[in-house]
């Protein structure tokens, strides 16, 4: 909820907590956290590290134009909305509308339905725009946000959304049409294959707000800058029992 331009800290959960009140109790230890490797934090790393996706294709057609990149040729473009046939701006009066990312409708028949081709076992960027109506998410690969397009966003946010945060779905409720945007980067980690993207609102994703990448290269491909960190470098307790129908450990330094 937003009034007077500024979001609203909303209550969701009240605590009674019970028993006998303890006084000058100890203050607990402070411990590094630990991250797989897939959250390695990729907030540090230069603009030179970050690897340059394919996003030219002789088959896309020239009409409706669809921007794929940023000005500085590394960054991915997703820039999700409602558009018109001839892809004016939004007027709901006037029907039927195109729901869209990059002025596209995902269509699995045509041969440029990839917006990009990314190879496994890298870092990229996005720029994801849209998001103050329609919620990106990206199959497989977790993101991490590195900017955000709105200035005053700690403030607007209440903190809860922080340059380093990892996130599974992209979303900024109350952001305006000219800071609806965050800048976001991700491991193409161990898995190749296709990423399918699209608005988490359903009736958006199923009137057609899709799009996929491809991840090309040779399957369980890792980035050898990063690595899994404390418990994740061992096996799952679970696995290593006899009996268990854990996933095969693809990628790491273990086996069971």
């Known amino acids: 909820q937003v009034e007077n331009g500024t979001a609203l800290t909303q209550v969701v959960l009240y605590l009674n907590v019970e028993g006998v009140e303890t006084q000058n109790l100890p203050e607990p230890d402070v411990v590094q956290a630990a991250y797989p490797r897939y959250l390695q934090s990729l907030v540090d790393l230069d603009s030179s590290e970050i690897s340059m996706p394919v996003t030219e294709n002789q088959a896309r057609p020239s009409q ?19 558009t018109e046939p001839l892809g004016e701006p939004l007027n709901l009066r006037d029907y039927p509308l195109r729901f869209v990312i990059n002025n596209e409708t995902l269509n699995l028949t045509n041969d440029y339905k990839y917006q990009a081709v990314m190879q496994v076992g890298k870092v990229y960027q996005i720029q994801a725009e849209g998001l103050d109506q329609h919620a990106w998410h990206m199959h497989t690969d ?7 397009a709105k200035q005053d966003y700690q403030d607007f946010w209440g903190g809860y959304f922080e340059v380093g945060d ?27 294959g296709q990423r399918i993207i699209h608005c988490h609102v359903l009736v958006h994703e199923d009137l057609g707000m899709m799009t996929m990448f491809n991840v090309t290269g040779i399957d369980h491909t890792i980035d050898p ?8 470098r061992n096996a799952p307790g679970q696995c290593t029992k006899e009996g268990s129908q854990c996933a095969p450990p693809y990628c790491t330094d273990y086996s069971y």
């Open 225 to 232: 800058r990063f690595d899994n960190d404390g418990v994740f």
């Open 64 to 82: 409706p134009i669809v921007k794929l990149m940023a000005p500085d040729n590394m960054t991915v473009l997703q820039d999700q909305a409602i």
């Open 142 to 148: 977790p993101v991490q946000y590195m900017h955000f």
């Open 166 to 192: 990892w996130q599974d779905v992209l979303l900024l409720p109350g952001a305006s049409a000219d800071d609806n945007v965050a800048t976001v980067r991700f491991q193409t980690d161990c898995y190749s």
